[in-house]
């Protein structure tokens, strides 16, 4: 099984702060990767797809990058609708998809 | 405008069953596979299975497999998750997701139900 590792596990930061979220698979999995953010209470909203592609009405602020292995997630600008939880997704193993563990960004 | 909308949630006993139901409506069912995904309290996201259009191609995690049955009736735009001998591990909330090749490039689960909690407790 293809185990995705999030680092961190949480965040502090504040509006206007760039910050960048880091995914680990464990074993390459070329750009199969997609990230969701998630609101209290809410269900996950997917952000980008196939590593680097914003889905559509996502804000430019959000970019994501890597190959392989390595992933990254940066939120250039931080606003105050962005604090959430993010979670990686691994999809070259579909349809037995896994996720990270998620990281929650709260304001500093 | 798609809409996903889970009901069957609730309260079961260790051992027991209990059945879950995802309504859709604003897009053409039949044609897509469909996911159930799952998260504890306080914990990440779960993959829990996946049944195709025609229900010909079906999988689950390891950690329902055996316990779980995924179906769908694509006359009633509808999908199950009948779950069976459940263990306090289970109580999540449970959330289905359509699958679609985002961008006609790679899979992901472009919407998802508003989610239904599911709790295993004595």
């Known amino acids: 099984d293809i185990q995705m590792t999030q680092s961190p596990s949480s965040l502090s930061a504040s509006v206007g702060d760039r910050v960048t979220i880091t995914c680990r698979a464990s074993?390459?999995?070329?750009?199969?990767l997609n990230w969701y953010q998630q609101k209290p209470g809410r269900a996950p909203n997917l952000l980008i797809y196939?590593?680097?592609n914003l889905q559509s009405g996502v804000p430019s602020r959000f970019s994501g990058s890597g190959s392989g292995t390595d992933f990254t997630l940066t939120i250039s600008g931080l606003q105050p609708e962005d604090f959430a939880t993010y979670h990686c997704?691994?999809?070259?193993?579909?349809?037995?998809?896994?996720f990270g563990q998620g990281t929650k960004l709260e304001i500093k | 405008e798609v809409q996903l909308v889970e009901s069957g949630g609730g309260l079961v006993k260790p051992g027991g069953s209990l059945r879950l139901s995802c309504a859709a409506s604003?897009?053409?069912?039949?044609?897509?596979?469909m996911n159930w995904v799952r998260q504890a309290p306080g914990k990440g996201l779960e993959w829990v299975s996946y049944?195709?259009?025609?229900?010909?191609?079906?999988f689950y995690a390891d950690s329902v497999k055996g316990r779980f049955t995924i179906s769908r009736d694509n006359a009633k735009n509808s999908l199950y998750l009948q779950m069976n001998n459940m263990r306090a591990e289970d109580t999540a909330v449970y959330y289905c997701?359509?699958?679609?090749?985002?961008?006609?490039?790679?899979?992901?689960?472009?919407?998802w139900g508003q989610g239904n909690l599911v709790t295993v407790s004595s």
């Open positions: 997701g359509r699958d679609e090749l985002i961008g006609g490039r790679l899979p992901g689960l472009d919407y």
């Open positions: 604003g897009f053409t069912f039949s044609s897509y596979g």
């Open positions: 049944i195709s259009t025609s229900s010909s191609r079906i």
């Open positions: 074993q390459s999995i070329s750009n199969y």
């Open positions: 196939a590593a680097s």
């Open positions: 997704q691994q999809t070259y193993s579909t349809p037995m998809y896994t």
